[in-house]
């Protein structure tokens, strides 16, 4: 059985960092394309960034050159360094993994809390 679980998020003020985290238990971690989604309330979920095992990254026009997606695959793990924050960034942010050999088969994390204050 595979899950991601994730940690960080929180309260920051604009201009501030926060760096998210997100473990892939139960599968091997290189068979995933691995991302982050974020959904604010009464908008839709997003695509933020995602990162390929080629290290390939693709991220949404509003977070580029701030957010920076890495992963580690000696520790089954993925992370969001986003920096220079914005209150337009404010919503739930999960960790997403899907199987590269398996199209339909789509995993999330729990979701984490992400405010940053004016």
């Known amino acids: 059985q595979v899950g991601l679980v994730q940690s960080g998020g929180g309260l920051v003020q604009a201009g501030g960092s926060l760096r998210l985290s997100c473990e892939v238990l139960g599968s091997i971690f290189s068979r995933y394309l691995m991302g982050w989604y974020r959904q604010a309330p009464g908008k839709e979920r997003e695509l933020v960034a995602q990162?390929?095992?080629?290290?390939?990254?693709d991220y949404a026009d509003s977070v580029k050159g701030r957010f920076t997606i890495s992963r580690d695959d000696a520790k089954n793990a993925v992370y969001l360094q986003m920096n220079s924050l914005k209150p337009e960034d404010t919503a739930v942010y999960y960790c997403?993994?899907?199987?590269?050999?398996?199209?339909?088969?789509?995993?999330w994390g729990q979701g984490t809390q992400v405010t940053v204050s004016s």
């Open positions: 997403h993994a899907r199987d590269i050999y398996s199209i339909n088969t789509r995993y």
């Open positions: 990162m390929r095992r080629g290290g390939s990254t």
